[in-house]
């Protein structure tokens, strides 16, 4: 079992850097692949990003590529989304995932545990 724990979203205006973090409890954490999923009012939940177990692998959405950098740190079982250059359409409510299978996959049913999200607002 992987208890997920989101923090670092508020309020930020366009252009502006944004970190994100999550704390991850369980003893499997090290060997799981970690992601960073998005849902803004009345659409779908998004993939952002996803980090391997080694942190050697990673894959994003085109939509953050050049912007948005995910990293972990195995030994404080924390994962992080660096957020820079954010965009209105960034706004939405941003979740950390666990694939407990290891994968580096954009696809969220892979996905076995979910935080309870953090809210990220940008202004124009």
């Known amino acids: 079992q992987v208890h997920l724990v989101e923090s670092g979203g508020g309020l930020v205006q366009a252009g502006g850097s944004l970190r994100l973090s999550c704390a991850a409890s369980?003893?499997?954490?090290?060997?799981?692949?970690m992601g960073w999923f998005r849902q803004a009012p009345g659409k779908d939940r998004d993939f952002v990003a996803v980090i391997n177990w080694s942190g050697k692998s990673t894959y994003y959405a085109d939509s953050v590529k050049g912007r948005f950098t995910i990293s972990r740190d195995t030994a404080k079982n924390m994962v992080y989304l660096q957020m820079n250059s954010l965009k209105p359409e960034d706004t939405a409510v941003y979740y950390c995932?666990?694939?407990?299978?290891?994968?580096?996959?954009?696809?969220?049913?892979?996905?076995?545990?979910w935080g309870q999200g953090t809210q990220v607002t940008v202004s124009s």
């Open positions: 995932a666990a694939n407990r299978f290891g994968s580096v996959t954009g696809l969220s049913r892979t996905y076995d545990y």
């Open positions: 369980g003893p499997t954490f090290s060997s799981i692949a």
